[in-house]
């Protein structure tokens, strides 16, 4: 009897708030928190590019910042004024938060040291008289049986990688070949010939006592400006003799001119790829916003049930297209260039005034906002900034402004993202009707009828109607037919892929399906159009009527599910002992 009270203690301090709103003037419903990785090793070192422990420290305070703000506020400054709309304050709840992370390993270890800062392991948050964590960890016979890790919290976390479409809402540059064919005319602009000539020597000044022959000198310029600012801020770090040999200020120059060259590969809005106008440059930007509206309107959608608190985990490409499309650089010199390590992006959907838990606001009472922490220094705040244009005593924005604002510089879509970047990823004749063409740049590609490889398959289609035609006719007037002679050697009945020699323990060969989800298509309105690492080595990394929008209630679904209906049923294995 004496657990069974201890049980309901316990169990009523881990849900407590849960279903409660904030207590301050306003109430938050849904957030979208947009975080660059943490420190982690260089790309053009000789080691695998992995998170540090110092990046997975970042990673940790960040998000426990988050999780003061929006969970289990431990300033009593705030009052609770931020705490998201009955969000679970102890135990996660992944069907409140969405989590999708890039598969590269320092961006999804990220992911992963965020999230325990958000919701630490369970003991940590009850005294040791009270060990009980979960509503299932206590057994009939009054065993208390925890998590391991000392209650360790497993959250999902979906990762990514080029061959996924979710991919392109994380990494819209990957694989675009109209942002590399973009980037290369760069070259050939006043600025970057001014720029490469006027630094060549204080590039070759650091060469060799820097580098030492990890990369030949002939790169060691300002084409290679972020891999060469992060690999000697990472050495500045972790290796004496760099840090002896190179200046703060001139760390400072290498990290002003990585700046200049990433702003100009991926914040520039003047340039064009295949079509005159698509700012192709921002294109991973372009993608992102798609995700922030999409996730948005899932919350809204499902009466803010899922969709609470979500957790995109990226680099630093889109991030700095996106603040470029909502015009932050335009009024703070901070957004042209570089986000610091574990920087984060937020945009909060809130009302100005409480609302009861049973009655979700309509979209007239929501607004938008914006913030911004720059990396994860103790000192750095989560500050507020105007979006879009808006003078800095605007720093909302009514849902229907932000809506339209961001349809007017998303790209929506897989299939638009594909066209647009005349991309050749694995995924995109799912999404489209037309194979790439990169021969125009102002019109859309041609008709698919006209193009070589469908033609043949035209052909071969009618050439198998013709066949069947005259063996139809040969069956008719000349009494061909067809049997199967049976093979009295055949004895196994197992069958399958390895035949007679299948043992009853072999499974058959399976057929598996990638991850791509649904669509929700905007009452009254049509349907719209349908990296990692850096530019400048050649690295390749929802909603309404635009993007892909995983549900969170309902979990991931397999990839070209949306697209059943073009392709059939998949092959379903039955496997049997």
Not at 180 to 187: A, D, H, T, W
Not at 317 to 332: E, F, K
């Amino acid at each position: 009897m004496a657990h069974l009270l201890r049980t309901a203690v316990v169990l009523s301090a881990l849900f407590q708030g849960a279903v409660i709103a904030s207590n301050g003037s306003e109430t938050i419903w849904s957030s979208v928190v947009i975080t660059r990785n943490g420190d982690s090793i260089p790309l053009i070192s000789n080691d695998p590019t992995v998170l540090t422990p110092l990046g997975a420290q970042q990673l940790f305070s960040a998000g426990a910042l988050f999780r003061n703000r929006y969970i289990a506020p431990s300033d009593a400054a705030t009052n609770g004024e931020y705490i998201i709309n009955e969000i679970s304050p102890n135990q996660i709840d992944n069907s409140q938060t969405f989590a999708l992370s890039l598969l590269d390993e320092y961006v999804a270890v990220s992911a992963q040291a965020f999230i325990q800062g958000l919701y630490p392991p369970l003991t940590n948050s009850f005294p040791s008289a009270n060990p009980i964590i979960t509503p299932v960890s206590l057994l009939v016979n009054g065993s208390n049986i925890g998590f391991p890790l000392g209650g360790y919290q497993y959250p999902n976390i979906y990762a990514t990688s080029s061959l996924d479409p979710y991919s392109i809402w994380l990494a819209g540059q990957t694989n675009c070949n109209g942002y590399l064919v973009s980037g290369s005319e760069y070259f050939d602009t006043p600025e970057y010939l001014s720029v490469a000539t006027a630094t060549q020597d204080f590039y070759q000044s650091i060469a060799a006592s820097i580098f030492g022959g990890e990369l030949p000198n002939t790169d060691i310029n300002y084409h290679n400006a972020y891999y060469i600012f992060d690999y000697v801020n990472y050495g500045f770090l972790y290796n004496q003799t760099i840090h002896d040999r190179i200046t703060e200020d001139q760390l400072a120059q290498l990290r002003t001119l990585a700046d200049q060259w990433e702003f100009a590969i991926n914040g520039n809005l003047s340039a064009s790829g295949y079509y005159k106008g698509d700012r192709i440059r921002s294109i991973a930007g372009q993608t992102l916003a798609a995700e922030v509206l999409g996730l948005f309107l899932n919350s809204i959608e499902t009466g803010g049930s899922s969709s609470k608190l979500n957790l995109l985990f990226t680099t630093f490409d889109p991030m700095i297209s996106l603040a470029s499309l909502i015009g932050l650089p335009d009024m703070y010199e901070e957004f042209f260039g570089l986000p610091d390590l574990g920087s984060s992006m937020v945009f909060e959907m809130f009302t100005d005034a409480n609302v009861s838990s049973d009655n979700y606001p309509s979209t007239g009472e929501l607004q938008i906002r914006f913030l911004f922490r720059n990396g994860t220094n103790s000192t750095m705040n989560l500050d507020e900034y105007p979006i879009f244009g808006n003078p800095e005593t605007v720093m909302a924005m009514s849902l229907d402004d932000f809506s339209t604002a961001i349809e007017s510089i998303m790209t929506a879509t897989v299939g638009e993202w594909c066209d647009v970047c005349q991309s050749d990823s694995v995924f995109c004749p799912a999404y489209t009707n037309t194979t790439n063409s990169s021969s125009s740049t102002s019109t859309p590609p041609s008709s698919p009828a006209s193009r070589p490889a469908i033609a043949g398959i035209i052909g071969a289609i009618i050439a198998l109607i013709l066949a069947g035609l005259i063996l139809a006719l040969a069956m008719l007037l000349f009494g061909v037919r067809f049997h199967r002679r049976p093979n009295p050697k055949r004895r196994s009945h197992l069958g399958g892929f390895k035949g007679a020699e299948k043992m009853a323990s072999d499974p058959d060969l399976t057929v598996l399906k990638g991850g791509a989800g649904a669509t929700i298509v905007r009452e009254g309105q049509t349907p719209g159009h349908e990296r990692v690492g850096s530019w400048e080595l050649g690295e390749g990394s929802r909603g309404k009527d635009f993007g892909v929008l995983p549900s969170a209630a309902e979990g991931r679904r397999p990839s070209f599910e949306a697209d059943e209906e073009m392709h059939g049923q998949p092959v379903k294995v039955d496997e049997r002992v």
